[in-house]
């Protein structure tokens, strides 16, 4: 059965502290991993994509990377702005998304 | 550009009652899906659309729900005699294809009393 479970659930961080959130995946076709951030009461934000183990992408303090079997968003130096959820989720036969549980990071100033 | 939006943002409603949810996708993206988000179960895939025709229903969850889109733009989400345990926000992502990034709605909260 094709699943995505991401770890921690949560994580608290002081600012500065860096820090990388996992997303471990089993399926039977991987055709785009996505990662997405979602604030309290609002949609999830699209971050990043990867489509093939060993590729990389960054965005301001963010960077994804992934390999066969698990996914790493990497927070450098975090500010109390990144607090948020983030969600990690592939894409399935359709295109239909299949979301983790979230990782709920909190920076603390 | 604009991106997709939801309505009405909040619902809330009686049991038993039908109600229907509204999303209008991004600009000529062909490719509109749902999904549903409840407190300890995540986000759940309900439909997928590919213009007007949904070759992906397997998300939802009774015969009690039903999505329709017209005109390959707007869809909405109907769930009749709604129950207590549907209670959850109400997702819509739209695509150019379902190759692309899916952009999502900021939700609609459905809560049913």
């Known amino acids: 059965e094709d699943q995505v479970t991401q770890s921690p659930e949560a994580l608290r961080l002081q600012e500065g502290e860096s820090s990388s959130l996992n997303c471990s995946y089993t399926v039977s076709g991987l055709r785009g991993l996505f990662w997405y951030r979602q604030d309290p009461g609002k949609g999830p934000e699209f971050l990043f994509t990867l489509y093939s183990a060993g590729e990389e992408k960054e965005k301001e303090r963010l960077k994804a990377t992934l390999t066969k079997k698990e996914s790493f968003l990497h927070i450098t130096a975090p500010k109390p702005e990144d607090s948020a959820t983030y969600l990690c989720?592939?894409?399935?036969?359709?295109?239909?998304?299949?979301f983790g549980q979230g990782t709920t990071l909190q920076v603390k100033p | 550009g604009a991106g997709v939006s939801q309505s009405p943002s909040n619902k809330v409603t009686e049991k038993g009652k039908d109600v229907e949810l509204r999303c209008d996708p991004i600009?000529?993206?062909?490719?509109l899906y749902w999904y549903r988000q409840s407190l300890g179960q995540g986000l759940e895939f309900l439909i997928y659309?590919?213009?007007?025709?949904?070759?992906?229903k397997s998300g939802l969850p009774s015969d009690r729900f039903s999505a329709e889109r017209t005109g390959g733009s707007v869809s909405t989400l109907t769930i009749q005699r709604t129950q207590q345990e549907d209670s959850a926000v109400y997702l819509c992502?739209?695509?150019?294809?379902?190759?692309?990034?899916?952009?999502f709605g900021p939700g609609t909260r459905l809560t049913v009393l």
């Open positions: 600009s000529g993206h062909t490719a």
């Open positions: 989720a592939f894409s399935g036969n359709t295109g239909k998304l299949i």
């Open positions: 659309f590919q213009g007007n025709s949904a070759p992906d």
């Open positions: 992502a739209s695509s150019l294809d379902n190759t692309d990034t899916q952009y």
